[in-house]
């Protein structure tokens, strides 16, 4: 079946420090590749997207995401992570066609001093 | 933020009882989705809708119901709502299926 992973349920970084999400899919074609983020009490916001073309996309807030076929991944980075950066970070993948957002389970950020 | 509207955007409802919620977008995308967001299990696709009175069921439309009579407008019915049901719940908008989707702020239900 077609899924989307998330492995780490809930990752703690210390303000200043480097951050790296993983993101790994299970699909036949390569889909379309995004990144949420979700702000306590808030809805989804767009952090980035991956369609085609250059494998390392840059996105709003500082934030990138390298797409690596071989991997099935679409890992989420930040040089400096800041006390803001603390939410939940969905993955999602689209497949072409008339095929919805499939989420991965999220990854919740908590930024310590 | 994109002009999407979710209404209410709390209630409380007692089983067996009907529900509908309500997304109203001003962007004209064609494409409308319902997710349900649990602890644990991300955002669920319950219905979407690709057009005026074009629907399908997602991974859990179960319990659920949609209608789509306007580009604007797409709701959600539970039937007879059941303790299971209580979530959060967001619609969320897109021009087609594999481009960003725009989401709501959400409407939190509680069923007691």
């Known amino acids: 079946a077609q899924s989307v992973t998330q492995p780490d349920i809930h990752i703690t970084v210390s303000e200043g420090a480097s951050l790296e999400l993983r993101c790994n899919y299970s699909?036949?074609?390569?889909?379309?590749l995004f990144w949420y983020v979700q702000s306590p009490g808030q809805g989804l916001q767009l952090l980035l997207k991956?369609?085609?073309?250059?494998?390392l996309v840059q996105g709003i807030k500082g934030f990138e995401a390298e797409f690596k076929r071989s991997q099935s991944s679409f890992n989420l980075r930040k040089p400096s992570v800041h006390w803001s950066d603390a939410a939940e970070y969905f993955c999602?993948?689209?497949?072409?066609?008339?095929?919805?957002?499939?989420f991965g389970k999220g990854t919740r950020l908590s930024v310590i001093a | 933020d994109a002009g999407i509207t979710q209404s209410p955007r709390h209630k409380v409802t007692e089983t067996g009882t009907p529900v509908t919620l309500r997304c109203h977008q001003t962007?004209?995308?064609?494409?409308m989705y319902w997710y349900r967001q649990d602890p644990g299990h991300g955002l669920r696709l319950i219905h979407y809708?690709?057009?005026?009175?074009?629907?399908d069921k997602g991974e859990v439309s179960d319990g659920y119901s949609v209608s789509r009579s306007k580009t604007e407008d797409f709701l959600l019915t539970l039937e007879s709502a059941t303790s299971s049901q209580t979530s959060v719940y967001f619609c969320?908008?897109?021009?087609?299926?594999?481009?960003?989707?725009?989401f709501g702020q959400g409407t939190r239900l509680t069923v007691v």
């Open positions: 969320a908008i897109s021009d087609s299926s594999n481009t960003e989707a725009f």
């Open positions: 699909y036949g074609a390569t889909p379309y």
């Open positions: 991956y369609f085609s073309g250059d494998t």
């Open positions: 999602a993948v689209a497949l072409s066609g008339n095929t919805p957002l499939v």
């Open positions: 962007e004209n995308h064609r494409y």
């Open positions: 809708s690709y057009g005026v009175k074009d629907t």
